[in-house]
C-alpha cells in the first residue's frame, strides 16, 4: 500500500506540474486586408495557346526562380482576369497583411505547373506596398507584352 | 531397391512413431516437483507438461536418436540426447537448477524460433496482451505508441529515428503476422488497423535492420504481432467501447469548423472466438468494427475487419496454419489542415480559382479501401533434427475514390486494384543440440492496375517480381556465448531492362556475463526497395508527382552493443542498455524536381543516427506495481552538410505504471513525450499554411478498470492534460477523448 501511495503522489506531482502547458496554441491573428488593382493593357497579346491563364499575384517575397511559384503561403491570387482588353480591375478579398515586395500580372504560357511568368509589374514605390488590416491598398499595374520584365529580377 | 526405400518409408511414418516412450519426473534442485514444466523433443511436435507431482509421459517417439529439452519458468532448461530401440520404454528424472531472477517472456522475431527474451543478441521490445487490453488498443499505432524508440507520426511507424517522415508512401518498418509478412500491393505501407485485437500473445519490436532473416522493408526494424495459441476450452470474448472527442479548448480553432463545439462520438465491437476442437485441430476468429466520426473535418472512418485462424495436424509431423484478413474502410484521409489558425478544418491548394461546389477540400480525399491476406503455411517434421515449412502469401487492395458531389464510389478504373503474392520454403536443421541451421527460398512479385501508376513499358500490370535465398545459423560457442549469423541474397526486377541484388548480412553475439545478465554486440545490414507507389506514381490530381525509374533501394547498417538484466529490488527490477551507430544511404523522399516541374520520389544523400536507449522495468513483490520506463537519445545528421534530420526527436521519453487499487480495481497511467524536432524541412510549407511549425509532444493517458466473474468495465482518458502537438506537418495530433469499455469474456 505504501508503493501506491507513493506512485500517487508522483503522479500528482506530475499532473501539477504539467496540467497548465497546453501545447500548441493558435497564433496571433492580425487580420486581413484588401487589393483592389486596375490594369493598363498595351502591345499585341500572346496567342491563345501561350495564354492559358492570367492572374494578379503579389508575393511577400523576391523570388529567385519559378519554383518560388509555390510558395503559395506567401502569395495573394486573384481570380482569374480578362483576356485581350486594354484594361481590366481585379480585388483580391481576405489578404494576409503586410508588405508585398514583388506583385505584377503573371502569364500561363503552358500547361505545366511552374510555366508562369511575369508580363507587368507593380512598380511605384520601389514595387514595394503594404496590406494593413481591414484596409483597401489601391495599386496600378502597367503591361506592355513588347517589353516584358525581366525574371529572374535582379536584386 | 527403390521400392524397399517405400517401404522403409512408409514404416517410418506409420509404425515405429508408435511404438516408443519416455516418461518421467521433473524435479527442483530441492527435491520437489516443478508442476508445468515442458518436456519438449527438439524439432518435433512431442512433447507433454508436467503434472501437479512434475510427472510427464511422451509416447508415440520415433526411433534413433532425439534431443528432448526441460524448461520451466523460473529454471535453467536443460537438454539431454537420448537414443530409442524398437519398442523401447524409458523412464528418467530430471533436476532443473533454479535461477534466481529472470523474466519468462520470449520472443521469436530475432532468430525466427522461440528463445527466452533475455538471451536474444538484438534490442526487442515486447507489447502484452495484458498491456493491449489495458490501453483499449484497437489498431496498432495505439500499441506502438508507448514503446521505447518507437515514435507514430501518423500512419509511418519510426523505430529509432529510421523513418522520419515520408508521406505514407512506403514503410521502413516490416510488419509480420506470426512471422508471416503483411503488406499492401501498392504501397507497402503496414495495414495498421487490421490487428485481431483479441487473440494477440504479444507484439514484439526488433529494432535495427532486420533485412538478413525478412529482406526488404526491414530497413529500420521488424514489428512480429504473435497471435495465441487455441485454448483447450472454447473461449468467447466480446468487447464494446463508446466514447467521445472532447472540443479543443480554442474558440479560435473550434469556431473554423460548423461540429468544432460539438462531442464527437466514436464506437466500437469486437467479438472473437477460439477453440482447440481437437488435438489435431483448432481455430479461432476475431471481427471488429469501429466507426469514428472524427476530431476534425472530414476525418471520419468506418473500419471493418476481421481474422481467423485455423490448425490442423493430421500426424504428429505435420501442420497446416492457414491465417485468413479481410479489411473494408471507408475514410475521409484528413491530409493537411487550412492553418494554425484552423487546425479543424482540411486545407485547399488552388491558384486563386474558387472552389467547385460540392467539392472536398483537396487537404481529405474521400476512398473506400477493401483488403485481403491471405496465409498458408505448411510444416513437415522430418525427424528430430530436421523439418521444413512452406509459406505461401497473397495480398489483395482495391481502392475506389469517392465522388465529392454525389458520394457515390467512383468507376474502378479511377482507383487502384492490386495484388502481391509470394511463396518461401524454409529447411530447419539440428545437426547437435547447440547448433540450428536455417536455410531459405522466397520469391514474391505485385501485379497492380492503378490510375496513378505508371510503369516503364507501359504495361498496367506487373512490377518487381523478387527472389531471394537466405541463411541463418545459430551456435553456442560455449554454455554462456551465443553466436547468431544469418546472409541473404535479394534479386528483384525493376522492370524489363532493369535488376537489383541485394545482400544482407548480419552477426551477433550474446554473452551470459553472470547469471541473469547477458552482454550483446550486433552487426547487420537492412535495405528496402522502392515500393509501387514510390516508384511509379504519375498523377496530377491533387499535385503533379512524376514517376521515377531510376530509384535505388535504400540502405542501412546497424552496430549496436547493449546489456540486459535484471536484479532484486524491492520485487524485480530488470533494465536494458544499448548504444548503437546506424548509417543509411538512399533515403527515399518525395522533392520538388525542378527539372521535371513537378514532384518525385529520390534517393537522398548519405545519413547516421547515432544514439542511445535505456529500459527500466519494476514490479514489487506482491505484483501490485508495476513501471517501465524508456529513454532514447538520437543524433541525426546528413553526412554532406551536417544537418540534422527532419522530423527526427532528440530526446524521447516514455513511461508506464500499472497499479491494483483495491480487489480487481486496476489503475494505470502511459505518458509519452517527444521532444520538438530540431530540423522540420518540408515542401509541404510551401503551399500548405503553417506546415513548419512542430513542437514538443507531451501525452499522458489514464485507466481504471474493474471485474466481476465475466464482466470488465473500463474508463480510459486519452491526452488527459489536453496538450495539443503536430502528429507530424498540418495535422493535429488526437485531442482529449473519453473511452467506456466492457468485456465479456468465458
Known amino acids: ?155 | 531397391m527403390m521400392r524397399f526405400a517405400v517401404i522403409l518409408w512408409l514404416m517410418f511414418l506409420s509404425g515405429d512413431i508408435a511404438a516408443q516412450s519416455l516418461k518421467g519426473r521433473v524435479i527442483s534442485d530441492d527435491g520437489a516437483p516443478i508442476p508445468g514444466a515442458n518436456v519438449l523433443v527438439e524439432g518435433t511436435t512431442f512433447g507433454a507438461s508436467a503434472n501437479v507431482d512434475g510427472r510427464f509421459e511422451i509416447t508415440k517417439l520415433p526411433v534413433g536418436t532425439v534431443v528432448v529439452r526441460i524448461s520451466s519458468v523460473g529454471f535453467y532448461s536443460d537438454r539431454v540426447t537420448l537414443v530409442f530401440a524398437a519398442d523401447e520404454h524409458k523412464e528418467v528424472e530430471w533436476t532443473l537448477k533454479e535461477k534466481v531472477f529472470e523474466s519468462d517472456e520470449v520472443v521469436v522475431t530475432a532468430s525466427r524460433r522461440e528463445q527466452p527474451a533475455l538471451s536474444v543478441p538484438v534490442s526487442v521490445s515486447i507489447v502484452s496482451a495484458e498491456e493491449l487490453s489495458r490501453r483499449n488498443v484497437i489498431s496498432l499505432d495505439d500499441a506502438l505508441r508507448s514503446v521505447s524508440g518507437v515514435q507514430v507520426l501518423d500512419n509511418q511507424i519510426n523505430i529509432r529515428g529510421s523513418s522520419g517522415f515520408a508521406y505514407n508512401t512506403g514503410s521502413r518498418v516490416l510488419m509480420m503476422l506470426d512471422g508471416r509478412p503483411l503488406l499492401t500491393a501498392d504501397s507497402d505501407g503496414i495495414p495498421l488497423e487490421a490487428l485481431p485485437s483479441s487473440q494477440i500473445e504479444r507484439i514484439e519490436v526488433l529494432k535495427g535492420p532486420g533485412s538478413a532473416l525478412y529482406g526488404s522493408g526491414a530497413l529500420g526494424g521488424v514489428i512480429n504481432v504473435i497471435t495465441k495459441d487455441f485454448p483447450d476450452t472454447p473461449t468467447t470474448t466480446v468487447r464494446t467501447f463508446a466514447g467521445t472527442w472532447e472540443p479543443v479548448r480554442y474558440q479560435t480553432w473550434r469556431q473554423g469548423w460548423k461540429h468544432g463545439e460539438e462531442f464527437r462520438p466514436f464506437w466500437g465491437l469486437s467479438a472473437s472466438y477460439a477453440q482447440k476442437q481437437s488435438p489435431k485441430f483448432g481455430w479461432w476468429g476475431n471481427f471488429t468494427f469501429r466507426r469514428d466520426s472524427g476530431y476534425m473535418e472530414l476525418s471520419g472512418r468506418d473500419v471493418f475487419h476481421g481474422f481467423g485462424k485455423a490448425t490442423w495436424r493430421p500426424k504428429p509431423a505435420y501442420k497446416l496454419d492457414v491465417l485468413l484478413g479481410l479489411m473494408a474502410k471507408q475514410q475521409d484521409a484528413f491530409i493537411f489542415w487550412s492553418s494554425a489558425r484552423d487546425v479543424l478544418s482540411p486545407g485547399r491548394v488552388s491558384f486563386g480559382d474558387p472552389p467547385k461546389p460540392n467539392s472536398s477540400p483537396n487537404g481529405a480525399p474521400d476512398n473506400f479501401v477493401k483488403q485481403i491476406s491471405f496465409l498458408p503455411s505448411f510444416t513437415h517434421f522430418l525427424n528430430a533434427q530436421w523439418f521444413y515449412e512452406i509459406k505461401a502469401r497473397v495480398f489483395g487492395s482495391l481502392v475506389q475514390p469517392i465522388d465529392d458531389q454525389t458520394g457515390e464510389l467512383k468507376n474502378l478504373s479511377e482507383g487502384t486494384v492490386g495484388f502481391r503474392y509470394g511463396a518461401e520454403g524454409q529447411l530447419n536443421w539440428f545437426p547437435q543440440p547447440a547448433t540450428r541451421l536455417v536455410f531459405g527460398v522466397s520469391r514474391d512479385a505485385i501485379t497492380t492496375e492503378s490510375s496513378f501508376f505508371t510503369t516503364s513499358d507501359g504495361d498496367a500490370l506487373g512490377g518487381q517480381p523478387e527472389v531471394a535465398l537466405f541463411s541463418h545459423l545459430e551456435q553456442e560457442l560455449t554454455e554462456d556465448l551465443q553466436l547468431v549469423g544469418g546472409l541473404r541474397y535479394d534479386h528483384y526486377q525493376v522492370d524489363n531492362a532493369t535488376t537489383e541484388t541485394r545482400l544482407s548480412p548480419k552477426l551477433s553475439l550474446a554473452y551470459t556475463w553472470v547469471p541473469g545478465q547477458v552482454v550483446r554486440v550486433a552487426w547487420g545490414h537492412g535495405f528496402r526497395v522502392p515500393s509501387f507507389a514510390e516508384r511509379f506514381t504519375d498523377d496530377r490530381e491533387f499535385l503533379p508527382i512524376v514517376r521515377n525509374l531510376d530509384l535505388r533501394p535504400e540502405r542501412s547498417q546497424s552496430i549496436e552493443l547493449g546489456i540486459r538484466g535484471a536484479i532484486p529490488l524491492g520485487g524485480l527490477l530488470s533494465w536494458d542498455f544499448s548504444a548503437f551507430h546506424n548509417t543509411y544511404s538512399g533515403f527515399i523522399e518525395p522533392r520538388l524536381v525542378l527539372a521535371e516541374q513537378a514532384f518525385q520520389f529520390i534517393n537522398l544523400p548519405n545519413a547516421t543516427i547515432d544514439g542511445a536507449e535505456i529500459q527500466l522495468e519494476w514490479q514489487d513483490e506482491s505484483e501490485r506495481l508495476k513501471i517501465n520506463a524508456g529513454y532514447t537519445f538520437l543524433d541525426s545528421k546528413e553526412d554532406a552538410t551536417g544537418e540534422d534530420l527532419p522530423f527526427r526527436a532528440r530526446h524521447q521519453f516514455v513511461t508506464s505504471l500499472d497499479s491494483k487499487i483495491w480487489r480487481t480495481i486496476t489503475g494505470g497511467l502511459d505518458f509519452r513525450f517527444a521532444s520538438q524536432p530540431d530540423r522540420v524541412e518540408s515542401d509541404f510549407a510551401r503551399f500548405i499554411p503553417d506546415a513548419e511549425i512542430t513542437g514538443d509532444t507531451r501525452v499522458l493517458d489514464l485507466r481504471l478498470s474493474g471485474s466481476k466473474g465475466p464482466f470488465e468495465v473500463a474508463v480510459i482518458v486519452n491526452n488527459a492534460l489536453e496538450y495539443y502537438y503536430v502528429e507530424r506537418p498540418a495535422l493535429l495530433g488526437a485531442p482529449r477523448r473519453y473511452t467506456l469499455r466492457l468485456t465479456y469474456r468465458k
Open chain 1, 1 to 155: 500500500m505504501g508503493d501506491m501511495k507513493s506512485a500517487l503522489a508522483i503522479l500528482a506531482l506530475f499532473l501539477s506540474v504539467s496540467a497548465c502547458d497546453h501545447g500548441l496554441e493558435p497564433p496571433d491573428f492580425s487580420g486581413t486586408g484588401t487589393i483592389l488593382g486596375t490594369i493598363e493593357y498595351v502591345g499585341e497579346w500572346p496567342s491563345p495557346e501561350n495564354l492559358q491563364d492570367l492572374r494578379f499575384v503579389g508575393m511577400r517575397f523576391v523570388p529567385r526562380d519559378t519554383s518560388d511559384f509555390l510558395q503559395l503561403n506567401l502569395m495573394a491570387i486573384s481570380p482569374g482576369l480578362k483576356k485581350n482588353v486594354t484594361f481590366d480591375e481585379f480585388r483580391v478579398d481576405e489578404v494576409t497583411t503586410g508588405l508585398y515586395l514583388y506583385s505584377g500580372i503573371a502569364q500561363k504560357f503552358d500547361s505545366d505547373l511552374l510555366s508562369w511568368r511575369p508580363v507587368g509589374l507593380y512598380t511605384n514605390d520601389a514595387g514595394v506596398f503594404s496590406v494593413a488590416p481591414n484596409q483597401t491598398t489601391e495599386i496600378h499595374i502597367r503591361v506592355d507584352f513588347d517589353n516584358l520584365p525581366v525574371f529572374p529580377p535582379t536584386q
